[in-house]
């Protein structure tokens, strides 16, 4: 008898040994709580047409690695990332070890201004215009008139063009201008800038390649003027080039 009560009292402890004890998705006894903490992550885009974050949100475990990666949209440009972890690094990595909010910054490249130029001789005076906009723009030239008149025009691609915008997504443009006198053999070329949104340089040049300017280079930002000797050329180039 009491070797029956003996067998049953062993059973009923097992039962409640084993029977308080279970086991999470990790392989954890619940008896014996992971020490492990887990740490949200959340990333975003300033301004959100800029550009994405992948990913933008989770939940990682303490000491894990994270990379969040930051992908600019057309027209912008990745800066930096602020919040709880500053970096120019993309993709950025960290070990995380406590709730992280970060943010990746974007500039606009997206270029919008106008050119107002006006070629002049001794007696008469021709007005174009270039630039850069959202929705690329144009106006046809005449044909050329004959020789000994003044003419002023750009060309593109085989047409003529008194006017000639371009796409502001555009990081790099050029335009090419072609002219002859009607009186004299100087050419006055002045230019006006409206200005939206301009983080480039823009070049007067006497050479189609920008980066080999043959003896004239004129920034035109900070001059607005030019005399140009017909004699020794009949073309010179507008270079703009986003920094």
């Given at each position: ?89 993309n993709p950025l990595e960290f070990k995380i070890s406590s709730n992280t909010i970060v943010t990746a910054n974007f500039a606009d490249l997206r270029s919008v ?131």
């Amino acid at each position: 008898m009491k070797k029956t009560i003996y067998i049953c009292t062993s059973v009923l402890i097992l039962l409640l040994v084993y029977g308080c004890s279970t086991t999470d998705s990790n392989g954890d006894e619940s008896g014996n709580d992971s020490d492990t903490a887990s740490y949200s992550l959340t990333a975003s885009a300033s301004p959100s047409e800029g550009g994405t974050v992948n990913p933008s949100s989770g939940s990682y475990e303490d000491g894990r690695n994270v990379s969040v990666t930051a992908t600019a949209n057309e027209g912008w440009d990745f800066v930096n990332w602020t919040g709880d972890r500053e970096s120019t690094d993309n993709p950025l990595e960290f070990k995380i070890s406590s709730n992280t909010i970060v943010t990746a910054n974007f500039a606009d490249l997206r270029s919008v201004y106008s050119v107002d130029l006006t070629v002049a001789d001794l007696d008469d005076e021709i007005n174009l215009e270039i630039g850069q906009s959202k929705d690329e723009d144009f106006i046809y030239a005449p044909p050329p008139p004959p020789l000994g008149s003044l003419d002023a025009r750009f060309l593109a691609d085989g047409e003529d063009y008194y006017a000639l915008f371009n796409s502001n997504l555009l990081r790099e443009v050029s335009w090419e201008l072609v002219y002859q006198s009607g009186n004299g053999d100087v050419l006055t070329l002045s230019w006006q800038i409206t200005d939206t949104q301009m983080e480039g340089v823009l070049t007067l040049s006497d050479s189609e390649d920008p980066a080999q300017p043959d003896q004239l280079e004129i920034d035109m930002q900070l001059e607005n003027e030019a005399q140009i000797n017909v004699i020794d050329t009949d073309r010179v180039f507008i270079h703009y080039r986003l920094d």
